[in-house]
């Protein structure tokens, strides 16, 4: 059980620091929807680009 949670930890641990790396150092945002819509449509966005990824 214990390696199974640390596998899958690892596996998570990666796509969100593959995601942070695409995200930029400031969203500039006015309001908590705006920057909740930005940053959906960062992590949208840098999933296609996964994907579409050579």
Do not use: C, N, W
Request: no cysteine; aromatic share 12%.
């Amino acid at each position: 059980m214990t390696y199974l949670l640390a596998h899958y930890r690892k596996q998570v641990e990666t796509a969100g620091s593959q995601i942070e790396r695409l995200l930029p150092k400031h969203i500039h945002a006015v309001t908590a929807d705006g920057f909740e819509l930005k940053t959906i449509l960062f992590v949208l966005a840098s999933s296609i680009f996964s994907i579409f990824r050579p």
